[in-house]
């Protein structure tokens, strides 16, 4: 309806000479255009054209629901008038029940000749829009050059019929001329004094008139392919950035995969290449250029509507089922008869920087890399789907230095031989996927996954296949993690700047660093190729564990600003040194892969205070006892940071007390002790005894220090009379306040003293939870396999 509220302003300016041409009272009304506005603007009207017959049954159904909908709109109406003119313009669209496929046609040139209208007016100021990749001209493509074009065409073939006209009159008069000729002569009359004199200036008249219509016309068809070839080079830039946002959505950019109206341009550019190419054969004269041109043009925009619309998984195992769609944007103009199969290899990144050459060797074996291009009349699309593919098995590239075969990129390669209607050859077509990375192991998932990050956020447009820089600017990275954790997790709530500030320290391997990271560059080695100091993972493998966790077990705490997330020691130590004993944070782990631990203020022994981190809380520990029941359980911890008293804050986190069991059986339930409470009733200080923070094994069978023991619940501790809980108002998002800076300096030497109130901290590493009932899940069904 856009384009009527457009038009329904500008209509105050027309003419009424201009509004019966464009919405002629006899056959639709202007009536008609407004009050089936939106109706109108939602159907497809651009598949009516005289010589297409086959859309005959389709424009018959729009003409009974236009009669159907003016009807019932006139019986709805109180105004009298309305009612009665209503009914009496549905009552002559009966006109067109004889011709339906000519309603269709009208409506078609009523709402192109309104877009041309629309823009040749003056442009309107837009609100400014953000663009957000390279070369991106417009969410959708602009059909008001193609309408341009299409009423070129239009004038192309109204020339042709007058000149056809004007040379059937110069032909009879030609005629009478040559019967007028011999009584003159034989009489001896004079020409200059007889009607011949007329008709001889009139063929005269006739034949200028011809000649300066031939050029016109001549003039006009260079003029249109000219245009088509504007149409069809913004129509190929804007497949290309639908195709670069498609490679973007890897990383959680926002992607349109709405591809309809990007197939409506090509079906609209096909058709004129027909017109125009009908025209210069109905000349009868070759013009060998613009023949040339035409063929050029229409070869391209056929080879360049085959579109991925459903790419393969990025990281693929073999011998595992996987599935891919292929769409073809002129599926509707497709030759029947002979089915159109496509067949899928797997190249590797040598073979995809040369499609245009013969393939060379076979790199890998597809299984069910076959499937037939079907047209879908719901969806208007035609698509082919491979449903089952799998790779059996892959041929890798001799490997460079330390290169890993996680870092290798291939592709699948579509190809078929289609033929379109009115085209007497077949063309072969292709298109590959997005680069896949192929692996034989789940261990080689997290590293695979790296390659496609890097390759997704960082490659450029048009580039060599599959080259990527080896080193980015810090910003880069950081809003690539940034953009990937909030799409993977399925929230609006951003890393902020202090987790910025504390990944870069933690890739750049520079804690006490405090200036800013943004214009230092990080290279791939960084990111996934050498290990972090002091640990055995790299920077993304770390990250993506810390992702993980968050997506499956802490989405909603992230999400409503409950947990502070990535934050460095000396961060924690300014935040809390002040705060009253039992205020605590949750942060990510910056020693294990995909923890979340509790950091929070004690008293010491002497009556000082120090900062203490309970042992962090893995993935297999929330699926034992989730965070909100845990933070429950522990009494030394009461108020989240600033001060927010945590029943107020975590309560519709905590489960509900299960039922009494059936049977007569005694009921049991799992409670969290932290370090020396788990060996007695009553909760005493927290051991002063430093654990180093290390990673846990992932490959053997360790116990699980985290397993609670199976007790009554303990009751929350007391809250400190000394603090004065604040209220958090139902759904809203925590805020944090941020008494620190990056670019604030940090005495490490801070960090090693010990002090009591309005003195120094002493730091604790970790306090683990309560470890004696150490039991492996693992370990037991292996026990009970043996």
């Known amino acids: 309806m856009a384009q009527w509220i457009h038009m329904s302003q500008m209509i105050q300016c027309l003419s009424d000479d201009t509004l019966n041409n464009l919405y002629p009272p006899s056959a639709f009304p202007i009536e008609v255009r407004h009050f089936l506005a939106e109706w109108i603007e939602s159907q497809r009207w651009d598949d009516f054209v005289p010589e297409n017959v086959e ?69 309107v100021p837009n609100p400014p829009q953000y663009q957000q990749y390279p070369n991106r001209e417009s969410s959708f493509p602009n059909m008001q050059d193609v309408d341009h074009l299409v009423l070129k065409v239009l004038e192309v073939q109204d020339i042709r019929q007058k000149m056809h006209q004007l040379q059937e009159e110069l032909n009879w008069e030609r005629q009478n001329y040559e019967e007028l000729q011999g009584p003159i002569q034989q009489n001896g009359l004079d020409p ?25 016309r001549f003039q006009l068809l260079k003029e249109c392919v000219d245009c088509l070839d504007q ?77 991925v619309d459903k790419q393969p998984p990025q990281v693929i195992k073999t011998q595992s089922k996987f599935s891919t769609t292929v769409r073809y944007l002129l599926g509707e103009k497709v030759a029947p008869g002979k089915p159109v199969v496509l067949k899928a290899q797997i190249i590797n990144e040598l073979q995809a920087r040369s499609l245009g050459s013969v393939p060379g060797d076979n790199v890998g074996e597809l299984i069910n890399n076959t499937a037939i291009l079907e047209h879908n009349t719901a969806s208007k699309s035609t ?37 379109i209607t009115g085209c007497d050859t077949p063309y072969r077509i292709q298109m590959i996927s997005l680069p896949v990375v192929v692996i034989v192991h789940g261990s080689q998932d997290n590293n695979a996954l790296a390659t496609i990050i890097w390759d997704c956020a960082f490659s450029e447009p048009d580039r060599v296949p599959f080259m990527v820089p080896e080193r980015v600017p810090w910003g880069m990275m950081y809003s690539t993690l940034n953009s990937k954790f ?115 203020v004690s008293a010491t022994e002497n009556g000082g205070q120090k900062i203490q981190n309970i042992q962090p809380f893995t993935k297999r520990d929330l699926e034992i006892r989730s965070l909100g029941d845990r933070i429950r359980d522990i009494n030394h911890i009461t108020y989240l940071y600033p001060e927010f008293p945590k029943h107020e804050v975590f309560k519709k986190f905590y489960s509900e007390p299960q039922a009494s069991p059936v049977g007569g059986y005694i009921p049991v339930s799992l409670h969290t002790k932290v370090g020396t409470e788990a060996g007695s009733t009553s909760p005493p200080a927290p051991s002063m005894t430093p654990v180093a923070e290390s990673p846990r094994s992932t490959g053997g069978f360790s116990g699980d220090p985290t ?80």
């Open 192 to 216: 200059a004094k007889s009607e011949i004199q007329k008709l001889q200036n009139h063929i005269q008249q006739l034949e200028y008139n011809v000649k300066a219509l031939s050029t016109k």
């Open 486 to 600: 909030t799409a993977e997790v399925q929230t609006h709530h951003n890393l902020d700047h202090y987790n910025q500030h504390f990944l870069a320290q933690k890739i750049f391997d520079k804690p006490d660093f405090a200036d800013d990271f943004s214009n230092m560059m990080v290279s791939w080695a960084q990111f996934n190729k050498e290990v972090l100091p002091g640990r055995p993972f790299t920077f993304w493998q770390w990250f993506e564990g810390v992702m993980e966790l968050t997506k499956k077990h802490l989405k909603t705490y992230w999400s409503e600003g409950l947990i502070f997330g990535f934050i460095g020691k000396q961060h924690l130590h300014l935040i809390l040194k002040d705060r009253p004993n039992g205020t605590f944070l949750l942060r990510f782990s910056d020693s294990e892969i995909g923890g979340i631990t509790i950091a929070y």
């Open 383 to 419: 698509c082919a789907t491979f449903r089952n593919m799998s790779i059996k098995k892959i041929k890798r590239a001799d490997r460079k230095g330390s290169e890993s075969v996680t870092e290798e990129k291939f592709a699948l390669l579509f190809s078929t031989e289609i033929t």
């Open 707 to 786: 397993f609670p023991h199976e007790q009554a619940p303990a009751t929350a501790a007391g809250r400190n009379s000394s603090l004065t809980g604040r209220n958090l108002e139902p759904g809203s998002r925590h805020q944090f306040p941020q008494p620190f800076s990056p670019q604030e300096s940090i005495n490490q030497d801070i960090m090693e003293e010990e002090f009591r109130p309005n003195s120094s901290v002493g730091f604790t590493e970790h306090i683990s939870t309560d470890n004696n009932m150490d039991l492996d899940l693992d370990t037991i069904l292996q026990t009970l396999d043996q």
């Open 231 to 307: 149409c069809q080079t913004r129509l190929i830039s804007r497949l290309k950035v639908w195709r670069w946002e498609q490679h973007k959505a890897a990383i959680g950019q926002p992607f349109d995969d709405n591809l309809n109206p990007l197939q409506t341009w090509c079906e609209q550019l096909l058709g004129v290449n027909g017109k125009l190419r009908q025209e210069l054969m109905l000349i009868g004269e070759p013009f060998p250029e613009l023949q040339e041109r035409l063929g050029q043009l229409l070869q391209v925009l056929i080879q360049s509507s085959l579109v």
């Open 55 to 123: 859309q005959q049954s389709k424009a018959q159904t729009l003409l009974d629901q236009t009669i159907s909908m003016l009807q019932s709109i006139a019986q709805q109406n109180a105004n009298v008038v309305d009612r009665m003119k209503l009914m009496n313009i549905s009552r002559n669209m009966a006109m067109f029940q004889q011709q339906p496929l000519q309603f269709g046609v009208l409506v078609r040139e009523i709402l192109t000749k309104e877009r041309v209208l629309l823009a040749t007016r003056a442009p």
